[in-house]
């Protein structure tokens, strides 16, 4: 491996650190005072290496790479930084122990036929190697609920001193089978030529760690660790060669959380009569409840929750959308003119169009067909009918026919009238997808359905956007409650539940999306514990809280124009689409142009056809606005699913988003 490449891997996992560090502070160790955190494990060594030799060792050769496994075991204490951070200092003993070989060759004359021979011999160089290990780290929550408890990500400098460091170099003959060393009259096949210990090695190294850690719950404040780690030393082991080291760890542990002390008021103990005849419940003071009575405790178990120091933003204003990307054609079995069952027939309510998955809301592309004719008196369809070629589809312009016939039927029955539907028959689609692969022959056999007269996708300025941003305090006391018992507050506010490991704080930062007409609003907390449930809540009206008018909303803008196979051509609705997008957005704003294809053709042809779509698209905007906005052009990384037509149909296409100014 590269030098170059191992920062290529640094800068990656960086990058994913920041990124991840815009996200809302978690609330798993929001109260926790520091974590001891013992953790064994195994480690993969590899060598980077370019010597012949280090000072006792002998020139056999240059050696390039070598590897070797062997245990860790270290001990971390942790801080909390911020609520989904923490500091982490630790220190262990790594064993870095490898085996670095080169293979070489040499002449020798066969003492029996008198003949030179070549003879093959491996070249070992085996190491002892040790380190005491320190190792300040951060490590960052990535993901609260990856399997039963958090993912994190690790980053952490590493400064080692050694404790072991010997080697023994041996070299052992491979061929020919009767080929031997001589020594002190002795016939053997594998000797030692040098060994002892390392005296060139450096007193000091320094290294970079990265890598993911998963957390399993055991117990409310304790976890079962398993980490992955990427060890990469800056320093080479030895003074006088380049020889550095790379290692994989696995590890293992357990974390032990300790949490800070709370204060907690102070109520009247109640305890029931004893049996036998049980007496009724006796008032307990403000909010506090007697869940049980342990057969073991004489104490009660108590929960209270409350709402406080709630805090109010209401943003209210318009918002640009899109309405999600239409694929308008119909995709048939092969040899079939029966529409798939994935395809909605009736006319049911379709989904909204302002947000969700493109690919699957396809399965609804008659229905919504329909619906843009209706609403549009002057709209008319074009059904063409095709095929994948009658090598796939004998049956050919018949086949074609029957689709076309099929699909103008289904629009009927959806309320289209028969007059405005035109039908067409043609062996390949007139926009043909690649013959050469099987999913261009599937995506081949299909019915288009070209609508004349009205769009089929438009962008929607919202005439009221209401979102309402929330900051508050949740106070939670218990006594009393088991250690193996994990308590959960449940809200439809939060739309998730909130684990709860101790009593205390928590707070609560929740912006959400209301509708436009809402006015009455609800904050609800809840816990349960056993047959019992304990909440409190907050009831407002949304007129009783100021109102922050803001500007057009733009940030979750997308749209998605798509392109026929291999074309870079820019549609008449796409044309229409950009014009509608200029008309609606402020003078400065950003526009950004992901150029992306689907994954049929070469990569060079693909990435071409990328740079070409978002430059022929950058040219039209930039010819009907003038320099009124900011454009930026990128290939697109996130893309759909390619396991169906439509999916790649929906990569033929740009993606724009906008910028604020």
Known sequence: MKIKNIKSFIIIFVFIQNYYSIANDSLLFKNEKFAIHPKTGLIANFYLADFKSFEGSIDCGVFKSGNGFNISAMLFGEIPFQSNMHLSFGMGY???????????????????????????????????????????????????????GPLRFVGGFRIYFPLISSFVQKEKIISPENAVFIINNKRIRERNIASGDISSINKIGFGLSLGLENLLKISRKDYFTQQLLVDYNFSDFVKDANWRGLGLRFEFGLRFSFVKEFKTEKHQEIIPPQPPLPEPPIPIKDSVFVLEKSNEELKPSKISIKIKNPKFTLNVGKE??????????????????????????????????????????????????????????????????????????????????????????????????????????????????????????????????????????????LQKFVELKTNLDLHVDFENIPDTSILYMNSDFLDTSLQIEHSGKYEIHKTKRLEPNENFYKIDAKIKYKNNEFKDSLNFTLDTLKKNVVELELSNFEAILRFDYNSSVLSEDNKGLLKQLVDFLPTGSTIVIYGSTDALGTEKRNIQLESERSRVTEQFIRNISGNKFNIETSPAREKFPEDTPQGRFLNRSIKIKIKKQ
């Open 94 to 148: 790594i064993n870095r122990t490898g085996n670095l070989i080169i293979n070489s060759s040499f002449p020798s004359r066969d003492t029996s036929t008198g003949q030179v021979v070549v003879v093959s011999t491996e070249n070992s160089l085996e190491t002892s190697l040790g380190f005491l290990e320190i190792q300040p780290e951060i490590r960052y929550v990535l993901n609260e609920k990856f399997i039963s």
């Open 320 to 461: 640009l959308l899109a309405t999600l990307p239409l694929v308008n054609a119909v995709f048939f079995e092969r040899n079939s003119a029966v529409i798939p069952s994935n395809y909605i027939l009736e006319n049911l309510p379709l989904p909204s169009l302002l947000s969700g998955d493109a690919v699957n809301i396809h399965n609804y592309v008659l229905v919504r067909i329909a619906e843009i004719v209706k609403k549009n008196q002057d709209a008319k369809l074009i059904i063409e009918g095709a095929t994948s070629g009658k090598e796939q589809e004998p049956e050919g312009l018949s086949l074609a026919k029957k689709r076309a016939e099929t699909v103008r039927d289904a629009l009927i029955a959806l309320g289209v009238e028969q007059n405005k539907i035109k039908i067409k028959a043609n062996i390949m689609p007139t926009f043909i997808s690649n013959q050469d692969y099987d999913e261009g022959k599937i995506e081949n056999q299909r019915v288009d359905i070209i609508v004349l007269n009205a769009p089929l996708q438009e962008y929607v300025s």
